[in-house]
């Protein structure tokens, strides 16, 4: 079954093209113009990737929370008139896969939804197995943590901020490849984004324990430290 791409189509003059590339390439397209159509098909319809064909003034990622909050396993890329840091750092908090800025070549387009599709196909493939460090347990599939019993409740991005980190575990990852890794981006942006997520991620699963698992390594990054 082919692939079915969701794409809110603010720009229209950028979607024509791009949805019809995206036929000729055999993905199934559903185009709609806002947010609001965005998610009542999501609602009653299943979708493997959401397009946001941002224009100039569009900055609501709304439709990515709730589709997050809802559980769902979806892609998401943005296309975006925007390239500061403060646009692409939201975009990613609230749960983007892939910030392209336009004009974009249609070619390198179709190759980053292609990658994005074979990087989550392994992970549900071959990486839907239990994570167990100790009295740390990460579910992939149904994306709940525990640790000694007690279940902990994580944002989007601090869980997917986790289990990097435990699929490393012992292991410092650099600041720079945190942010390539988990938000998707290959640059820092000048922003401090992991420092605070770690912090967050910190509080909510060291807190009330006397072995604490993320630790700093100055001047590095962070590691998450499991039994030796």
């Known amino acids: 079954m082919n692939e079915i791409i969701l794409y809110v189509a603010y720009d229209t003059e950028t979607a024509i093209a791009i ?8 993905y199934e397209v559903m185009k ?20 946001l064909d941002e224009g100039n003034e569009m900055n609501d990622y709304s439709v990515i929370r709730e589709i997050r909050k809802s559980g769902k396993s979806v892609v998401v ?37 292609h990658n994005l599709f074979t990087l989550v196909s392994g992970e549900r493939k ?10 740390l347990t990460i579910e992939p599939k149904s994306r709940r943590v525990m640790r000694n019993s007690q279940e902990i409740h994580l944002t989007h991005k601090e869980y997917e901020l986790l289990l990097y ?3 490393h575990v012992n292991e410092v990852c650099s600041r720079e490849e945190i942010l390539k ?13 992991v420092d605070v ?20 390594s ?6 998450l430290e499991g039994p030796r």
């Open 218 to 223: 100055r001047g590095v990054g962070y590691l």
């Open 126 to 135: 071959g990486k839907a197995l239990p994570i167990t460090i100790g009295e």
């Open 19 to 26: 949805v019809a590339a995206l036929k000729e390439a055999n």
């Open 165 to 167: 980190l435990a699929r």
């Open 77 to 113: 890329m943005i296309l975006s008139n925007r390239m500061n840091a403060k646009d692409v750092v939201e975009a990613f908090n609230a749960g983007a896969n892939d910030y392209i800025t336009k004009p974009a070549q249609i070619e390198i387009v179709l190759v980053r939804i």
């Open 181 to 193: 890794q988990v938000w998707k981006y290959d640059y820092s942006l000048g922003t401090n984004v």
């Open 32 to 51: 709609v113009n806002n947010n609001d159509e965005a998610l009542k098909y999501a609602e009653i319809h299943e979708i493997d990737m959401l397009i």
């Open 197 to 216: 997520y770690v912090r967050h991620l910190r509080v909510k699963l060291d807190k009330g324990f006397q072995h604490k698992m993320i630790h700093t």
